[in-house]
């Protein structure tokens, strides 16, 4: 499966409500129940947090720079993203942003406008002094990124709060309630002012997070070490963070990966691979290593058709090929029966799902009927799927089951970077994909929205134009009534059911695995003492960790 979307440009999901403000972007508690398996194996800490050691951690892929205005961050990017940058939001424990770096993010009572403060006294690495000045630098530089910028769309302005040097204005053109939610990634990692004058910022990044970048060698590794001046401390005003380096080790291999932790290489990874983790699993129940995995919103496994493109833009041959797609032979082929089986972009559990949003039943019967009809109009169904990962079996079964009803496709195997390329720019009829794990749907809006979905590069990947789903997606954008959002949002999910860009399979798994000498594998308490979401980075996807608070135990 593709090792996820490269260009998530997941970016920029904001934090919400202020200090003392119980305005939330998601309007309640949006946490989900996702189906039960194995329970995470940890060890207790032994004493209070320990000071000092270089953690080494496996990431599944390299980055194409740091620079949270200009680059791609996905699962990987994001992880070391969050140890040099702070976001200005962070989930808590019940799926709802709060400040993080921001003290608070204050919306005007229509959400056309949202105050964002900074702490005071907070400082970058170079120095440089966190206000309403940085902040509008940065926004301003995602707004004018060929690419990030497009999910900064609705920022009609940003200045900063004349009233207060230490607060940024951003205007909205449309209300935007769910703003937050896009501070809590690659939206809200502010950087320093410096970089915008630097050509090679992707690779000297600053910010003001828990670890200072020291070297980067592409495709070997990414050192950071502590900021001796961080702005947190712990719930015992001990200054974070414990360890004193960090160094991220790109290992997309998924076998190597495990391979690297089990010999103390490294000693923290993650993984969405259904072998390893399995086996990892087993080694944690051993006794071996530690092992937790994400409970929220999960992202699926699915084929991304291009309506665009003939033979894919006529219903009928998208109908066909869900109706021949046998879901629960692919999870027992890569989850061995364990994973669980999508059917539309909300988990089962979650607060979003709603009812009424059916999803084809696997009928090869009636693929057949559908597909004679289009080849008595139109000729015989073929078309290309290619591939991004060194892992087959789900193509190979794709394959194999829409050849027993008259498709035939054509599989090849393409280098990530171009692959992700190609669905921005709409060169490709069908690709191998996994995407869609938000907490907050409206941080899926870019992914669903037919203004992305034009020529040249879009988004909107599918190229699936329908003006419900843009009404849905302002709906729940535009309040914090969770009532209203919850139907909007399933609207959305039933109205793509409907439509059938994606041809969904098996949801991911995400685990995060440890040495069993590393505490602190999940994130820690919010900067206001309160609880966390225990697993997530930019919306809430799991996989990332906040290292902030981490530490081993000698």
């Known amino acids: 499966m593709s090792t996820g979307l490269l260009l998530v440009i997941a970016l920029l999901v904001g934090a919400c409500g202020g200090s003392g403000n119980d305005t939330s972007g998601s309007g309640g508690d949006t946490t989900g129940t996702a189906p039960p398996r194995d329970p995470d194996v940890t060890l207790a800490a032994t004493g209070q947090p320990q000071r000092g050691g270089t953690l080494v951690y496996g990431v599944e892929a390299e980055s194409d720079g740091y620079n949270p205005t200009k680059n791609r961050f996905a699962p990987s990017g994001t992880e070391i993203g969050l140890a ?9 424990e ?3 942003p709060q400040p993080y770096l921001a003290e608070s993010l204050t919306p005007s009572a229509d959400f056309t406008v949202w105050t964002i403060t900074a702490r005071p006294g907070v400082k970058f690495h170079n120095g440089e002094a966190l206000d309403g000045e940085a902040m509008r630098i940065f926004f301003e530089a995602l707004r004018a990124d060929l690419l990030v910028g497009i999910a900064f769309k609705n920022v009609a302005a940003v200045a900063v709060d004349p009233s207060n040097p230490l607060a940024v204005r951003i205007t909205m053109k449309e209300p935007w309630a769910s703003f937050p939610v896009f501070m809590t990634g690659q939206g ?27 070297e980067w060698v592409p495709d070997k590794a990414l050192k950071a070490t502590r900021n001796p001046n961080y702005w947190r401390r712990d719930a015992n005003g001990v200054q974070l963070p414990y360890l004193d380096a960090v160094e991220f080790r790109p290992l997309p291999d998924a076998s190597t990966r495990s391979a690297a932790l089990r010999s103390g290489d490294v000693q923290m990874i993650h993984t969405t691979n259904p072998t390893e983790i399995e086996a990892l699993d087993a080694d944690a129940r051993a006794g071996k290593v530690q092992i937790v995995f994400d409970r929220g919103e999960r992202e699926e496994n699915f084929f991304m058709l291009n309506t665009s493109k003939p033979p894919l833009d006529d219903i009928r041959v998208r109908q066909a090929l869900a109706y021949a797609t046998n879901r629960e032979a692919f999870n027992q082929v890569i989850f061995d029966g364990k994973g669980e089986i999508a059917d539309g972009i909300f988990s089962q559990g979650s607060p979003w799902r709603g009812e009424g949003a059916p999803y084809p039943a696997y009928d090869p019967a009636k693929a057949q009927e559908l597909v004679a009809e289009y080849e008595a109009e139109k000729g015989p169904i073929r078309f290309s799927l290619v591939n991004s990962g060194t892992d087959s079996r789900g193509i190979d079964l794709a394959k194999e089951q829409w050849a027993a009803v008259g498709i035939d496709v054509d599989v ?3 280098e990530q970077g171009q692959f992700i390329a190609n669905a921005a720019l709409g060169d490709f009829q069908a690709h191998d994909w996994r995407q869609f794990g ?3 749907p409206d941080y899926d809006y870019i992914w669903w929205t037919s203004e992305n979905a034009g020529e040249g590069i879009a988004l909107n990947f599918a190229r699936n134009k329908d003006p419900r789903i843009d009404e849905a997606l302002k709906r729940g954008r535009s309040t914090t009534d969770l009532a209203v959002r919850k139907q909007a949002y399933a609207d ?3 109205y793509i059911n409907e439509d059938l860009p994606y041809i969904w399979t098996v949801r991911s798994q995400w ?7 590393v505490r602190g594998i999940t994130n820690g308490p919010l900067p206001d003492g309160a609880p966390s979401y225990p697993m997530g ?9 906040f290292l902030t608070q981490t530490w081993l135990q000698s």
């Open 94 to 96: 019940n799926g709802v």
């Open 511 to 517: 685990a995060v695995v440890a040495s069993n000498n």
């Open 492 to 494: 959305v999910q039933r």
């Open 537 to 545: 980075g930019p919306g809430g996807f799991g996989g990332i960790t």
């Open 438 to 440: 938000a907490l907050d």
């Open 412 to 414: 090849s195997l393409m």
């Open 188 to 214: 809200g990692m502010v950087t320093a002012p410096a970089m915008a004058n630097d050509p090679d910022s992707s690779r000297h990044p600053i910010g003001t997070g828990p670890f200072v970048f020291q």
């Open 84 to 92: 040099i940058y702070d976001p200005l939001a962070a989930f808590d």
